[in-house]
């Protein structure tokens, strides 16, 4: 059954642990899937909440991304806005089975389009 | 990570037959396949309930009886034999009536008939059958693995093949630095091997530690005198003569080998259940009785997945096997999975992790660490429970904590004093640290690096020294390792209440330390990596924050030129990218121009790049170069190929490093020009173009006082004049505009590039992390910064040296590396989802 509800996105080493890479989606958001240095892996929608900066490339520590435009920091388990600032990105399920990373497929393809492909 | 929920979790409800008899009246048959933890623990758990109920058959594919799997460690390491681990002797079998057939795996299990059959062609039938087979270790498929001389670490007849290859002395080579993996190490060395442990992961033990644990581990284990090679990937195992004789990895290091141990994980054996048509996924699915899909099979052990999860540990065996037995003998209870905890079987080696310690949204982290003692705890709380403990070093209170978490106790009330153990939180009064400082003699040492007492840190404070940085330069304590901060500080508040002084900006929240006490430490104590120095210097956090982790990558960087290796991952986006990020997420990209000159070559290739990547804007910066804009971080490395091409390089518009020398042009051309300030300026530039700096740098060279350069407003500025050169520094054109201050004159260009070297390199050694040279000049002033130049005659040289040393390292230009294919990961997606209607 994972086959079909999980989407396969390859081996938990192409992401070095204090990393993130992209996942674009076509008809959908981009996705930022993260690898904390406690070696914990994450998947949000790759937008702040506050200017859509690509949290893909802040710096990552603890269970947090700070967003490299204006340093809002995002909790990477709730997609939460931490501290002072009010907001919130999506979450995309995610686990890793046997060095490999899964996406829950509804969430990556059953996202609500904002911009067209 | 996510828990999936098993599909099958409580659709089964148990199977409640009144009496245990079939209907000839003998007792049910149950057959048991696998004779090891969880199979006799199970069987046990049943006699216990009911010993009548059945005639059981265990089936062993080891030919012998069970034993304490967990125990082979210790015996590989030579603390124990195997007599001393068995579980079940003969006897045990006899007395309770089992039939134990060992050494004859089952091959085949029949659900139609309801028999299984094992290798020797035996048949037995079953009433009831329980599925115990444990896991296999999983082996890399590269090249080579099934080489004599590969083993695994499951069985005891691993340990002998081990033992018989440590025999030779000689080395080895274990794949994995997980605990199965360190466990193998440790045994070998302790045999007398020369042992090599190779990790996929940066972290020992990623899945168990976090990134400061798990350096201490490595720490540790190379005093001892193990190689541990972290992010190793294992490309082929190198034969010789038929045996293995080495492990290549693929970045072409090559480890010699006499034995190879795979310890990369293990896979639920899960195999006879498949064929049996049972339902599996990663293990057999079994419900919260350990039925599996068959009411008349039950699962139990590393084999089984219960509501998603698949263990790899003891503890959860025992549990699921008592619910076996409830059900197994009529009175079901359930079973409802279980929280794990680790510790490494290495002696001399304290260490232990349990729960959830990612951190996260309404997680908080309470670290202690006490370099001395070599001991890193850290708790992490959420809701007033406990959900996480790492603990290294001093792991007493271990059970404590993972009871706390088990339980899922409301810890408020001990909250401050919860990292400190159980013996001071549980102290009533003394969970409040000051109320415990109070409590101390005056005798008492507070500060064990610099023996300073209580009295005399009291003594100190009454004598004036209100705040902890007085404390510390006028008494030492926690001056050094740190670790005494929080006592000092209650001091201070018990001695003056609320009239304390907040001592110099710490470098951020994660430290009680200010930027100067980290710059002197770091040469002090020669700490040359990020977590070290965490550990070293009692950071509060697991690994740092936003503002803390770029000052460290720098300090480190500038305190040891080409030994310190750059962190990529502690930099801000656009160092770590090589370009500006811009509102857009895409990126700018400014080439150097050396002192603003350029040609047609580079006006061409830079014309190619806008057309071929359709970049929106091209525009003149205020720095004297073109800044392209709009690029995509997939395209850099590509624009960065064809600058490069013309023989362009990074000019780090984005880095706290040297941006631009703008010139006029001076002699060469202008009326009024005394010296060659373009010459000078491409001169200088050449000089210090690529050095990290604490934040950016800014030169320019005007040819004369009407200074079109405006070098009166750069971090250093020449102007030139008839008789030579006046040097002016830490001016700034931006947020407080800040004209220079004249530094000196000069007669020749070579001691104006040997003063602008050596005045850099006091500015990179001595000011903070992200102060301008104007701030910095008004912090400690210019006649400090004449000082450092010119009371030693000596000095100038001697910081110019160290300036070009550092140089020697810094000046490879980054862009030419991305471009021939470093770091691609930070430039390429993972992959690209395209939901069929869009395919
Ligand atoms: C491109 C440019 C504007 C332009 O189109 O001319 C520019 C653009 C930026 N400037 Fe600037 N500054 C540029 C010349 C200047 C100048 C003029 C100069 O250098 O002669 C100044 C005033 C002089 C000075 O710095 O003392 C200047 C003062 C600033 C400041 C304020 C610095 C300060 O100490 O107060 C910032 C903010 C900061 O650095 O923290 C800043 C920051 C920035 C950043 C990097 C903001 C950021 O972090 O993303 C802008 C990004 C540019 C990009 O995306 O490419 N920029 N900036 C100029 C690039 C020069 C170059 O070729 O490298
Ligand atoms: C070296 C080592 C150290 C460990 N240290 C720890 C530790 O410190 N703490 C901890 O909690 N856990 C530890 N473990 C893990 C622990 O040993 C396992 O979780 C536990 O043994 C699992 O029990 P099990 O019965 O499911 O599997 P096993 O104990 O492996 O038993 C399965 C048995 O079934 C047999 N078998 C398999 N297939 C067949 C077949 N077709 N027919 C007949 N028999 C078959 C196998 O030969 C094996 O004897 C360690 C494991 C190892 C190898
Ligand atoms: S101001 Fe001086 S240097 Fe600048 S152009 Fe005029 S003469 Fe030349
Ligand atoms: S866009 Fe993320 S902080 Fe502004």
Redesign the pocket.
């Known amino acids: 059954m994972m086959i079909g509800d999980w989407l396969d996105i390859g081996p938990v080493d192409q992401i070095a642990p204090g990393n993130a890479r992209t996942l674009p989606v076509r008809g959908g958001e981009e996705i930022a899937v993260f690898h904390t240095l406690d070696n914990q892996f994450y998947a949000l929608v790759n937008k702040c909440p506050h200017k859509q900066g690509p949290l893909s490339q802040g710096i990552v520590h603890g269970g947090v991304v700070t967003c490299p435009l204006h340093n809002w920091n995002i909790s990477l388990k709730t997609g939460e806005a931490l501290g002072d600032d009010e907001g919130c990105v999506p979450t995309i399920p995610l686990r890793v089975d046997a060095g490999r990373i899964y996406l829950l497929r509804e969430a990556v393809v059953g996202q609500k389009s904002t911009k067209a492909a | 990570m996510l828990r999936v929920l098993d599909w099958r979790c409580d659709v089964n409800a148990p199977m409640n037959f009144e009496n245990g008899t079939r209907p000839d009246g003998t007792a049910e048959r149950l057959v048991v396949i696998g004779n090891g933890m969880a199979g006799c623990r199970a069987v046990e758990e049943i006699l216990d309930r009911d010993p009548a109920r059945y005639a059981i058959t265990i089936f062993g594919a080891e030919p012998r009886v069970n034993y304490n799997r967990i125990m082979l460690s210790p015996v590989l390491a030579g603390e124990k034999r195997f007599e001393d681990i068995i579980i079940n002797s003969a006897e045990w079998y006899d007395e309770n009536g089992i039939t134990l057939i060992s050494g004859d795996p089952v091959v085949q299990i029949d659900r139609e008939t309801q028999t299984v059959i094992a290798q020797s062609g035996r048949v037995e039938p079953y009433d009831r059958l329980l599925i115990a087979t444990g896991s296999d270790p999983f082996i890399i498929p590269v090249p080579g693995h099934n080489l004599p001389g590969v083993v695994t670490f499951r069985d005891l007849d691993d340990v002998d093949k081990m033992l018989a290859a440590a025999q030779g002395g000689g080395s080895a080579v274990v794949i994995g630095g997980g605990l199965l993996g360190l466990e193998a190490a440790h045994g070998l060395s302790l045999r007398g091997m020369q042992v090599t442990v190779v990790h996929l992961m940066p972290t020992l033990m990623e899945r168990q530690l976090d990134e400061a644990a798990g350096w201490l581990l490595k720490a540790e284990l190379e005093r001892r005198g193990q190689t541990i090679v972290t992010g190793g990937d294992t490309a082929e195992i190198v034969e010789k003569d038929g045996h293995v004789a080495a492990v290549k990895l693929k970045d072409g290091r090559e480890f010699p080998a006499d034995i190879v141990v795979m310890a990369v994980g293990i896979r639920p054996a899960t195999g006879l259940a498949k064929a049996s048509g049972l339902e599996v996924e990663r293990g057999i699915m079994v419900d919260d009785h350990m039925v599996t899909s068959d009411p008349a099979v039950l699962a139990v052990g590393e084999c089984v997945q219960h509501r998603g999860t698949c263990y790899g540990l003891v503890a959860p065996l025992w549990d699921m096997c008592r619910a076996l037995a409830d059900h197994a003998t009529g009175t079901p209870s359930g079973y409802e999975g279980s929280v794990t905890s680790t510790k490494l079987k290495v002696s001399g080696i304290d260490l232990f992790s349990a729960g959830d310690f990612s951190g996260g949204e309404g997680c908080e982290d309470i670290v202690m660490r006490d370099a001395a003692r070599g001991v890193y705890k850290r708790v992490v709380v959420k809701e007033d429970r406990l959900i996480g403990a790492v603990l290294y070093g001093d792991t007493a209170d271990g059970n404590w904590y993972f009871d706390l978490l088990k339980k899922g106790e409301d810890v408020s009330e001990i909250r401050d004093a919860l990292i400190f153990g159980q013996a001071f939180a549980s102290g009533g009064a003394l969970a409040d640290p000051n109320a415990a400082v109070a409590a101390l003699s005056d005798d008492a040492e507070i500060c064990g690096c610099n023996g300073v007492s209580k009295g005399k840190v009291i003594e100190t404070i009454k004598a004036g020294a209100c705040s902890l940085d007085a404390v510390r330069s006028q008494c030492k304590a926690s001056a050094s390792c740190g670790s005494c901060t929080g006592l000092v500080e209650s001091l201070l508040k018990l001695t003056l209440g609320d009239d304390i002084q907040s001592g110099p900006k710490t470098v951020c929240k994660c430290t009680s330390f200010s930027h100067d006490d980290v710059r002197r430490l770091i040469l002090e104590k020669e700490l040359k990596a990020i977590p070290q120095l965490m550990q070293e210097l009692h950071w509060t956090t697991p690994d740092g924050c936003h503002s803390c982790r770029p000052a460290l990558n720098y300090y480190l960087l500038a305190a040891w030129p080409g030994e310190y290796e750059d962190d990529q991952k502690s930099r801000f986006v656009?160092e770590r990218m090589h370009a500006?990020?811009?509102k857009d997420g895409t990126y700018?990209v400014?080439p150097r121009m050396w002192g603003g000159l350029t040609n047609p070559r580079e006006l061409r290739a830079i014309a190619d790049v806008v057309e071929k990547y359709n970049a929106p804007m091209v525009?003149?910066?205020?720095?004297?170069?073109l800044?392209i804009?709009g690029i995509r971080k997939e395209d850099l490395p590509a624009v960065w190929a064809d600058l490069n091409a013309a023989g362009m390089v990074s000019?780090h518009?984005?880095g706290k490093s040297l941006?631009?020398v703008?010139t006029c042009v001076g002699s060469e051309w202008c009326r009024f020009g005394t010296q060659d300030s373009t010459g000078l300026g491409v001169k200088l530039e050449q000089m210090t173009w690529g050095s990290w700096m604490p934040?950016?740098f800014?030169i320019?060279v005007s040819g004369c006082p009407r200074n079109c350069a405006?070098a009166t407003?750069?971090?250093f500025g020449v102007v030139c004049v008839d008789s030579g050169y006046e040097l002016h520094v830490g001016?700034?054109?931006?947020?407080?505009v800040r004209a220079t201050d004249l530094l000196c004159k000069v007669a020749t260009e070579e001691e104006a590039m040997e003063i602008c070297a050596a005045f850099i390199q006091l500015y990179r050694e001595q000011a903070h992390y992200l102060e301008?040279t104007?701030p910095w000049i008004e912090r400690v002033g210019l006649d400090h910064v004449k000082a450092g130049l010119f009371d030693d005659p000596e000095a100038v040289r001697k910081l110019a040296a160290r300036f070009r040393y550092s140089q020697q390292f810094m000046q490879d230009d980054p862009w030419a590396r991305r471009a021939a294919g470093e770091d691609s990961e930070l430039h390429q997606h993972l992959a690209e989802v395209r939901p069929l209607e869009f395919a």
């Open positions: 656009n500006n990020i811009q700018s400014v525009k003149v910066t205020g720095g004297q170069r800044d804009f000019g518009a984005y941006r631009t703008k934040h950016k800014k320019a405006e407003i750069k971090d001016g700034n054109g931006g947020i407080h301008r104007a």
